[in-house]
């Protein structure tokens, strides 16, 4: 212990938060990490950083905070909350980079226009989007919204926290850094590792790391290690966008359905807004899922026939893609609930056996 320099938690997604010792030169190690990750996005010592995650235990704002300072970065240490504030303050300091959860990313585009400024008042460029899974019809609604670049930014406490995975500016997966971070892709049942192009769960092992070494570490998420090489030149290998945990697989009347699948459907459709919740009942025996949209508030001056087009719309797209047909409610923007760290989507209020 005299040689620990610092204490982070993982933020419990399981349950019980995990505790990770830092000796100064695994902190050394981890920056070094997250500066390599910035670099490879492009951004560099011109751009304003703003870090929107939360700073204290969790490892999203420390773990930026000190690789965008070795970058050379001008970095300005927000933390979560206060969206208006985080307006005014890219407009003040001229933001060019931020770092951000997608789901308050989305929160805040719909703030904006309430704040009374304009994307044309921004000199906003880049967003590094991670923390929790997004889907690919996410990115690029953000990326449309915002007219930025969207990188997939990837890690975890147990592995340090971000900087484990980041996309280069090729955007086609994230380069794992395999210098440090051993990585293998296995079956969730057997634990076989598996070849690479197969979805299964990522497991790693850090290779430097001197107060809480861990070996083959079965993180929970789903992915797999992408084929081929990238043309930034870099020979680390990629994975692909974290497609869920084995862990928040839901079984609903015995179908097996990711939350990750229901958002590429909805995010796919242009009416929807920027909030979504996934809400588990029990009905009698069976379980019934309704699935919470916000639309564009326009729609709901529309006629009445044209709202229940829509909804139809969003219930016949999903039923195609999960064979579950859902109820579907459409809600009015900003009456969702928003999370400032990680966005919990699932409501399950089915009785837990
Ligand atoms: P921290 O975010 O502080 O590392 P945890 O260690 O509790 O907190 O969370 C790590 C988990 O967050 C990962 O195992 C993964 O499930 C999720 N996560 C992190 N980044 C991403 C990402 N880019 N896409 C999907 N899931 C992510
Ligand atoms: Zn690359």
């Known amino acids: 212990m005299s040689r620990v320099v610092r204490i982070h938690t993982s933020s419990g997604t399981t349950g019980i938060p995990t505790v990770i010792h830092h000796t100064q030169a695994d902190l050394d190690a981890w920056t070094d990490l997250v500066a390599r990750s910035i670099t490879a996005t492009g951004a560099g010592k011109p751009d304003i950083f703003q870090n929107m995650m939360t700073y204290g235990m969790f490892t999203g704002g420390l773990g930026l905070h000190y690789g965008a300072e070795r970058v050379g970065m001008t970095v300005i240490p927000m933390g979560g909350g206060n969206t208006r504030r985080q307006i005014q303050i890219m407009k003040d300091f001229g933001t060019t980079v931020l770092h951000i959860t997608p789901s308050y990313m989305l929160h805040l585009?719909?703030?904006?226009?309430?704040?009374?400024?304009?994307?044309?008042?921004?000199?906003?460029?880049?967003?590094?989007?991670?923390?929790?899974?997004?889907?690919?019809?996410?990115?690029?609604?953000?990326?449309?919204?915002?007219?930025i670049d969207v990188y997939n930014s990837y890690g975890l406490s147990e592995m340090n926290g971000p900087g484990v995975a980041f996309e280069c500016v090729h955007k086609n997966g994230m380069h794992v850094w395999e210098d440090v971070y051993g990585v293998e892709v296995v079956d969730p049942l057997t634990g076989q590792a598996l070849e690479d192009g197969r979805q299964g769960e990522v497991v790693f092992t850090n290779?430097?790391?001197?107060?809480?070494?861990?070996?083959?570490?079965?993180?929970?998420?789903?992915?797999?290690?992408?084929?081929?090489?990238?043309?930034?030149?870099?020979?680390?290998?990629?994975?692909?966008?974290?497609?869920?945990?084995?862990?928040?697989?839901?079984?609903?009347?015995?179908?097996?359905?990711?939350?990750?699948?229901?958002?590429?459907?909805?995010?796919?459709?242009?009416?929807?807004?920027?909030?979504?919740?996934?809400?588990?009942?029990?009905?009698?025996?069976?379980?019934?899922?309704?699935?919470?949209?916000?639309?564009?508030?326009?729609?709901?001056?529309?006629?009445?026939?044209?709202?229940?087009?829509?909804?139809?719309?969003?219930?016949?797209?999903?039923?195609?893609?999960?064979?579950?047909?859902?109820?579907?409610?459409?809600?009015?923007?900003?009456?969702?609930?928003?999370?400032?760290?990680k966005a919990k989507r699932v409501v399950d209020e089915r009785v837990k056996i």
């Not at 992408?226 to 030149?233: A, E, R, V, Y």
């Not at 829509?310 to 999370?339: D, M, T, Y």
Request: with cysteine.
């Open 109 to 147: 585009h719909a703030m904006l226009a309430e704040c009374g400024v304009a994307l044309k008042d921004l000199r906003l460029s880049k967003a590094y989007l991670g923390a929790e899974p997004y889907s690919e019809d996410t990115r690029r609604k953000i990326e449309k919204l915002w007219k």
């Open 207 to 341: 290779l430097l790391r001197e107060a809480t070494p861990l070996l083959r570490y079965r993180t929970r998420d789903i992915a797999a290690i992408l084929k081929g090489s990238c043309p930034c030149g870099r020979t680390h290998r990629r994975i692909s966008r974290i497609a869920g945990r084995t862990d928040d697989m839901l079984i609903i009347n015995g179908v097996n359905v990711y939350p990750s699948q229901i958002e590429s459907v909805i995010m796919k459709i242009p009416e929807v807004g920027n909030n979504y919740q996934i809400f588990l009942e029990k009905n009698g025996a069976l379980d019934s899922l309704t699935v919470k949209v916000e639309i564009s508030s326009g729609m709901f001056k529309g006629d009445l026939a044209q709202i229940d087009r829509l909804k139809e719309r969003i219930r016949e797209s999903l039923r195609a893609s999960i064979i579950i047909s859902p109820r579907v409610e459409l809600h009015e923007p900003g009456s969702l609930p928003v999370f400032e760290g």
